[in-house]
């Protein structure tokens, strides 16, 4: 089954500081893996996008890495800042255009 | 930084009634896509169209939403004979290729009471 996991579920972190938050994924077959950000009611925002033959992918502070052996993504957030607070969605396109949504991060940034 | 618009922001429906949900994709885009989220679960794919046609579908799109482009800007989804568990976000997105990110609009919540 086609599923893709989100951890840890939420994080509180103080502003200027760095997180990890990681994605594991069982989508086949693989296309492609996305990073949203979510902030509350509205839509997803992208951030990053990265392809089988993609280990790592930077889009400003945030940078994104992908081991498709392991089918383990990360997005690495550095000195955060009060607007990080989001959600943080991991994406994984199936093949077509089928996409499986994880649950998402939740991210809390205090000063 | 040009942007996928959806109208109304808020939709109160009674149950049984037909809704239609509106969206704008960019100008330059091909694909379309709806997906949903109901309150505090993930972001659930519904439909993609390319090409004047739906080119995949889940589950949850059955026979009771269609989607239509009836001219040349707008995009959009009805849901027939709401139900009580149709509650939920409703986002629209566009790209401009299969494989390019997908810009996602500020969606649409309805609420079936």
Request: proline residues 3%; neutral net charge.
């Amino acid at each position: 089954k086609n599923q893709v996991e989100q951890s840890p579920q939420s994080l509180i972190i103080l502003e200027g500081k760095n997180c990890t938050l990681q994605c594991n994924y069982t989508v086949s077959p693989f296309s492609n893996l996305r990073w949203y950000k979510q902030d509350t009611g509205r839509g997803p925002v992208s951030l990053t996008i990265m392809t089988f033959s993609e280990n790592t992918k930077s889009n400003g502070r945030y940078t994104a890495t992908l081991d498709a052996d392991t089918k383990q993504s990360s997005l690495h957030i550095t000195a955060s800042q009060l607007s990080d607070s989001a959600s943080y969605i991991c994406v994984v396109r199936a093949g077509g255009f089928k996409t499986i949504f994880g649950a998402g991060t939740r991210l809390f940034v205090k000063a | 930084e040009p942007e996928v618009t959806q109208t109304p922001s808020h939709q109160v429906t009674q149950m049984g009634q037909e809704v239609i949900l509106r969206c704008v994709p960019i100008s330059n885009h091909l694909y379309f896509y709806w997906y949903r989220q109901i309150l505090g679960q993930k972001v659930e794919f519904l439909v993609s169209f390319y090409n004047n046609e739906i080119s995949e579908k889940s589950e949850i799109f059955d026979d009771q939403f269609s989607v239509e482009r009836p001219d040349g800007s707008n995009f959009t989804l009805k849901i027939r004979s709401t139900k009580l568990e149709d509650s939920a976000m409703y986002f629209c997105a566009s790209s401009e290729g299969q494989f390019n990110g997908y810009t996602f609009g500020s969606g649409t919540r309805l609420t079936v009471v």
